[in-house]
């Protein structure tokens, strides 16, 4: 197909799961925008025919000719974790001014498909849910034709962070420690499925809508864990400790990492009794939603992409 989709941000999970399906699916012109130089150069070795561009989104520059002629943004670029503000700031409100600009100024791209998060429809108050608000809602009043997706936790290949590091943390420690009691309820989103709802939005040109996009089961984090450990066959034990303990140690753990892998406002939000909207996302964009346990064994021994490993 040769629909020119743009990736602002498309060196991270969901990126590179997306040009796998897209891939799959037969479209061929896909650009990549990304300041993360490591990712980057994985995603070339992976993918070598796509093209890519070093590029700080938060600054006016050489990407900007990307936009030329492209049909489709899908706009993955976002801060996740960092210990201040300013980096969420650059990364989910700044970068997004940037791009909207190009598209309506420079290029006058016809169609974006923006990835949002459940956050804004829970009650954490922290400086990434803030600045994914700020986010949506810029996009929103943007005048383009846009759809806007609210994805849960999601978990698949190339998973840097999440259910990836809690893996690689399990294979490398005898214990593995469980916060409080555990039964912390998510609805983890296997990212292959929510690619597969993306690239439907692309082909029915999906407009004026937010969906929030949740995983169709409901699973308790420690089940999580052990479901994790059986599929790669660790034999880790895990062990349940008071919360309070745990804080420490991740607020320990920060002192001598600048960009921990898990954050005290991430551990906070994993304990809150969140319980996100499910909406019947199969029938409505026409994707098959792959069980827990089947998409968990295809994460973590899938011949071809399980063992790529990006950078924190």
């Known amino acids: 197909m040769d629909k020119k989709i743009i990736l602002p941000g498309g060196a991270g999970l969901v990126g590179q799961n997306l040009i796998a399906r897209l891939k799959a699916k037969g479209f061929n012109n896909v650009v990549v925008i990304d300041k993360h130089k490591a990712n980057l150069s994985i995603l070339k070795q992976v993918f070598p025919d796509v093209e890519t561009e070093l590029a700080d989104l938060a600054e006016p520059g050489e990407w900007e000719k990307h936009f030329e002629g492209a049909d489709v943004v899908v706009m993955l670029q976002a801060q996740i974790g960092a210990k201040q503000e300013e980096p969420f700031i650059r990364n989910n409100v ?65 998973d840097r962070k999440h259910l990836g590091w809690l893996s690689r943390f399990m294979q490398k420690i005898p214990i593995f420690p469980i916060p409080g009691h555990g039964r912390y309820l998510r609805q983890p989103l296997y990212v292959k499925d929510f690619c597969d709802i993306i690239i ?58 600048s960009d921990p892998p898990f954050t005290i406002n991430q551990l906070q939000a994993l304990v809150l009794p969140d319980v996100f909207e499910t909406i019947d996302w199969p029938a409505i964009f026409g994707v098959n939603s792959t069980p827990f346990s089947q998409a968990i064994d295809e994460t973590f021994n899938d011949a071809t992409y399980s063992q790529v490993k990006l950078e924190f």
């Open 200 to 257: 439907a939005c692309i082909d029915k040109q999906v407009t004026g809508e937010v969906y929030n996009i949740s995983g169709l089961e409901k699973i308790n984090y420690i089940d999580i864990i052990r479901e994790i450990r059986q599929a790669i066959k660790a034999k880790t034990l895990i062990l349940s400790i008071p919360y309070g303990l745990f804080f420490v140690l991740i607020k320990i753990w920060s002192v001598f990492d």
């Open 94 to 158: 700044t970068s997004t001014k940037n791009i909207l600009n190009v598209m309506k100024a420079c290029a006058e791209v016809p169609y974006l498909v923006h990835i949002s998060s459940s956050v804004l429809e829970s009650v954490a108050d922290d400086f990434y849910t803030n600045t994914k608000k700020q986010q949506e809602e810029i996009v929103l009043n943007s005048g383009l034709e846009n759809v806007v997706l609210r994805p849960t936790l999601m978990f698949g290949w190339f």
